[in-house]
């Protein structure tokens, strides 16, 4: 079976793009996405952008917007 | 036996000495901790060996550490609190008592109160110490994370931490990176090299591989521990290795499912089925696998697993308890589910019977439910419910209610009457109806005449009666609790105790003074008897605030202080529903202008009470608390104070604190100078100046008229004469009900609208009355918080005992507030006439810009100005300038 993603391993950090619906404001975000990491706001849809991490980090972001009831749209690797 | 839960969760992984040693990144942590990285996240899929990391590194460190290794039953608030104490307590002796104390309540008190109190704790250490979360990931509670976050910004200062995780959790690591305070190892650093591959396969598992097949299998794994391990492990007795890694392939998944049926499938047939009957479980003991399995040597079995390395982690030094690698144990029961889905339930339903046993319910419970035999689950969760809501599990106690179906559900009457008792103490009024429908519709399915359904018909009867109560439906309230009394014998102390304590409730706001104190000393005296602590505590907190306005304050100050005493004195920590009692004392002493006695109770009432989740002891705290600071001049403490409580009363608070709540804005408001305001809260209590006098209203109608003195005062003098009509209709209202609290407070209101309308006789009469009411008691507060015009009045005060009681209220008047009126002359030096028109706009709320325009100067003149009126009239502050001009008649 060949590799699912074969420029993309599982330890390996990506630069990605999140784009979610949800109630939580920028200075939450600075303090938890990796430094570099940027953000755009259009009412209640954020784009954070160049988001540098690996599997873990991105797994961790996700389920813990999840968790406070954001609404994820789309995951990308950029 | 040892319980798994207190102890094999704060074990560190004991570590296999022939492990592959991991210096570089060993030396990395160090380098780290070193530059004062406190902080050293290890964030990597399974199998990458993070938690072997991080155990062989904390062994080296040479100071003490605390091990937590967390389960998905931990993401509960009051579980995962309780072992981060107990595991800190491991190294740390006896800390976090108050902490826990705080947890005992039941209810969940703010995250900073939680960190400070533990971070105090901790800080007096002198050496440093570890603490490792292990397996971070399961935790997803965002309450915790926010715990956690604060947690480590506001560390105690000796505490270095690491958290080994599948995933980073949603802690502000942005700012730990950029505050230096973080090491990071992720799975690109975790992965083995080639020489480390070459020392697990050769060194420790003793294969005979050549260095192209470590390298290729090291290539293929990429470098991922536990697949190198179980490669080995297959490639155990193999002949061609080449072979066999040249067909490995494909995700990590993938390899992994592979190599696990590979390693599984070249065990006996015997050990095949103790791992996968075994892999339900989340802690192995010998006994424990024996009646999984129906085996009887399971402990041998389990040593047998060490040995061979079958990924089987030792959790205490005697090596009774185990565990699987968390990867493979998922593997093992995926292969279960797949291979004998029909056993699982069997499996589940084994474990269950063995924790019950054993003494371990939660356990108990938790396979019952995996294995879908509520018949088990239900009756276990009934019988146990009240000592987890003691202990403040309901998160986890909801959770198995969600995963009970909903006709299960329905057999559970004492689980759904638990659940609503909470929901009623903490203010979650509307939450409770649905648990009631349950339990009416269970006990509907009951034998009607058996005596348990008797009484759990009445106890839902009695749940309903208080909940009437504090929503203020108090006729429904007092035929409820009266069918209570009625339907349970004279020793069924808990029920009569409910009932009791809702009559009191219902009695009180109806103003019936001698049937709630009737109700209330029962309710006292059966619930001492029958320990029933919380119930008792909220019965005299109600009767001792029903005595501040039925003016009976030395009777309820002696009732009050006896029962905190023996609680003080009998209970190590007194349940922190005693705040209710606090707050309540605290009033009357305010009432007695022991201020600091006041002060001290209120303060403990309050923190007390955020503890326990009492809404109602909070708002009227804090009502108090404000009134307190109003008092001494503190306007700006007190709008804060002020403001959590009506926050606080929308989080959920009785009906009966919203009348205090709305006086004391609208008296603050005014204070303030700032009648619009006052205004606008009593239009939002709907409570008219015309309306009825009820028990209920009543004080909103004291505020409606304070609002018409001060409009009267203020040039509106017709509003005097509506306020004496409103006036009357109190005095007649208090009079008739004989609550003198209230009487007076109506008195000392009416004497000064007399004055104002120049009535200055009638005005000395009514002050005459109040002070001969008020020293029976030693009212004070009333007379005092009114500030200038009383005291002139209490001045002409004649008669031979108000006179006394008279002289001995003007000689306190001592604070800012309290100033006998002044005119302009009496200030050491007159505000300028430039001065009085600065001080005449702040008054109307003006900004120093819009005053500055108004009067056509610069701003900085206008600064000038304000800082002359403030050092004329000796405040610091704008609205301690226009409250003491209001009261030297400047304004």
Redesign the interface.
Same mark, same amino acid.
Request: net charge positive; aromatic share 0%.
């Given at each position: 079976? =060949?590799? !699912?993603h074969p420029e993309t391993? @599982?330890?390996?950090?990506r630069t990605y793009r999140l784009r979610l619906v949800g109630s939580v404001d920028e200075d939450f975000f /600075?303090? @938890?996405? =990796? !430094?570099g &990491?940027a953000f755009q706001q259009e009412g209640e849809l954020f784009t954070l952008s160049n988001i540098q991490?690996?599997? &873990?980090?991105i $797994?961790? $972001?996700v /389920?813990? $917007?999840h968790? $406070?009831g954001c609404i994820i749209i789309e995951l990308s690797i950029i | 036996m040892e319980s798994p839960l207190l102890s094999v969760k704060f074990f560190h992984p004991v570590l296999n000495p022939r492990l592959v040693q991991r210096s570089g990144l060993v030396e990395r942590l160090n380098s780290g901790l070193e530059s004062g990285h406190w902080l050293t996240l290890v964030s990597a899929p399974a199998g990458y060996g993070k938690s072997t990391l991080v155990a062989g590194w904390i062994s080296q460190l040479g100071f003490p550490s605390a091990w937590l290794t967390l389960d998905e039953a931990d993401d509960d608030p009051a579980r995962f609190l309780k072992y981060l104490v107990a595991a800190l307590q491991q190294v740390c002796g006896p800390c976090g008592q108050e902490f826990l104390g705080l947890l005992a309540a039941g209810s969940l008190p703010p995250h900073e109160t939680l960190v400070t109190s533990l971070v105090n704790d901790l800080s007096n250490l002198s050496q440093p110490f570890a603490l490792v979360l292990d397996n971070l990931q399961v935790i997803q509670d965002p309450w915790i994370h926010e715990f956690l976050s604060r947690w480590v910004l506001h560390r105690p200062p000796n505490l270095i931490m690491a958290l080994t995780t599948r995933e980073d959790p949603l802690l502000p690591l942005a700012r730990l990176r950029a505050n230096n305070c973080l090491t990071e190892v992720r799975a690109a650093d975790l992965c083995f090299s080639e020489s480390e591959a070459a020392a697990l396969l050769t060194g420790m598992m003793g294969l005979d591989l050549a260095a192209s097949d470590v390298s290729k299998l090291n290539g293929r794994t990429e470098g991922w521990v536990a697949g190198l391990q179980l490669a080995g492990l297959s490639l155990q007795g193999r002949g061609n290795p080449g072979a066999f890694v040249d067909s490995l392939s494909g995700s990590h998944r993938f390899i992994l499912g592979y190599l696990t049926e590979e390693v599984l499938g070249c065990q006996p047939a015997s050990i095949q089925d103790f791992l996968l009957e075994t892999a339900i479980l989340s802690h192995l003991h010998g006994d424990l696998c024996d009646a999984v399995t129906g085996g009887d040597h399971s402990a041998e079995v389990l040593e047998g697993l060490l040995a061979a390395n079958l990924f089987i982690i030792p959790l205490d030094d005697e090596q009774q308890w185990y565990r699987y690698h968390h990867l493979f144990a998922d593997l093992l029961r995926a292969q279960l589910q797949r291979t004998r889905p029909e056993l699982v339930n069997t499996l589940h339903d084994r474990a269950s019977l063995w924790y019950e046993e054993h003494g371990f319910p939660e356990e108990a419970i938790d396979h019952a439910v995996a294995a879908k035999n509520f018949e088990r689950a239900v009756p276990l969760l009934e019988n146990n419910i009240w000592r987890w809501i003691n202990q403040g599990s309901m998160r986890r106690v909801e959770g198995w209610m969600k995963d009970i179906p909903p006709e299960w559900q329905i057999k559970s009457p004492r689980a759904n009457l638990g659940l609503a008792w909470v929901h009623l103490l903490r203010g979650h009024f509307s939450q409770i109806d649905p648990y009631l429908e349950k339990v009416n519709a269970s006990l509907a399915l009951l034998d009607a005449a058996a005596p348990e359904t008797l009484e759990m018909r009445t106890e839902s009867m009695a749940l309903r009666s208080n909940l009437r109560q504090v929503q203020g439906r108090l006729e429904e309230s007092i035929a409820l609790a009266e069918q209570v009394l009625a339907l349970t014998h004279p020793d069924n102390l808990k029920l009569r105790g409910f009932a009791f304590l809702s009559l009191g409730g219902a009695f009180r706001q109806q103003s019936r003074f001698p049937e709630a104190r009737e109700a209330y000393l029962q309710a006292i005296a059966v619930c001492r008897a029958s320990d029933n602590l919380v119930s008792e505590i909220l019965a005299l907190s109600g009767l001792t605030l029903m005595c501040v306005h039925h003016g009976h304050l030395r009777f309820a100050i002696e009732t009050a202080s006896d029962t905190v005493a023996r609680l003080e004195s009998s209970c190590q920590t007194p349940p922190p529903i005693i705040g209710a009692i606090y707050g309540a004392m605290g009033l009357i002493y305010y009432e007695w202008n022991e201020l600091e006695t006041a002060r001290m109770y209120l303060q403990r009432g309050l923190q007390t009470g955020v503890y326990s989740g009492h809404n109602a002891s909070i708002v009227y705290s804090r009502v108090a608390m404000a009134r307190l600071q109003q008092g001494e001049g503190d306007l700006t403490g007190a709008a804060e104070n002020l403001a959590d409580a009506a926050q606080q009363y929308r989080r959920g608070a009785p009906l009966w604190t919203l009348a205090d709540l709305i006086s004391q804005q609208v008296s603050l408001s005014l204070a303030q100078n700032r009648p619009a305001a006052a205004e606008a809260a009593l239009k939002e209590s709907r409570i008219t100046a015309q309306d009825e006098i009820t028990p209920q209203n009543e004080r909103i109608l004291l505020a409606h008229l304070r609002l018409l003195l001060y409009q009267g005062r203020s040039g509106q003098k017709e509003r005097l004469q509506e306020g004496l009509k409103l006036a009357d209709r109190l005095t007649a209202a208090a009079e008739s009900g004989q609550r003198e609290g209230i009487l007076l407070q109506v008195l000392v209101l009416e004497a000064q609208l007399r004055a104002a309308a120049g009535d200055l006789s009638g005005g000395r009469q009514t002050m005459e009355q109040a002070v001969t009411i008020a020293q029976g008691e030693g009212y004070r507060r009333i007379f005092l918080d009114e500030g200038a015009p009383v005291m002139e009045l209490l001045q002409k005060v004649q008669g031979e005992g108000a006179a006394a009681y008279a002289r001995e209220l003007l000689g306190l008047f001592r604070t800012p507030s309290d100033l006998p009126s002044a005119s302009q002359g009496e200030l050491l030096e007159p505000l300028t006439e430039r001065e009085s028109e600065v001080l005449t706009l702040l008054a109307q709320g003006l900004k120093y810009a819009d005053i500055a325009e108004r009067l056509v100067v610069s701003v900085n003149t206008v600064r000038y100005h304000v800082k002359g009126i403030y050092g004329k009239l000796g405040v610091e502050k704008q609205t301690q300038a226009v409250e003491k001009a209001r009261m030297l008649g400047l304004l």
């Open positions: 079976m =060949p590799p !699912a391993k @599982i330890g390996d950090q /600075r303090t @938890i996405c =990796p !430094a &990491s991490t690996d599997q &873990s980090g $797994l961790g $972001l /389920r813990g $917007l968790n $406070l | -």
